[in-house]
């Protein structure tokens, strides 16, 4: 979905998975990783932490 948005929008877009609720949070790292996440974090409130430390390049 994030690539497809990508395409449409000529955009970088970031992909954030978050495994921490899925009851395999093992295959769920593994399908975030197979599908090129840009981050994987267990819990959304690590994600304020991760964009603060991010500086945006145009």
Known sequence: MVRR??????LKIA???IYGCSSQ???TMRQFKE???DVIIQDINQLP?????VSVKE
């Not at 948005?5 to 000529?10: D, F, I, M, N």
């Open 49 to 53: 932490k991760i964009l603060n430390k």
């Open 25 to 27: 949070p093992l295959e």
């Open 5 to 10: 948005a990508e395409e449409k929008t000529h």
């Open 15 to 17: 992909f954030c998975g």
């Open 35 to 37: 599908k090129g996440a």
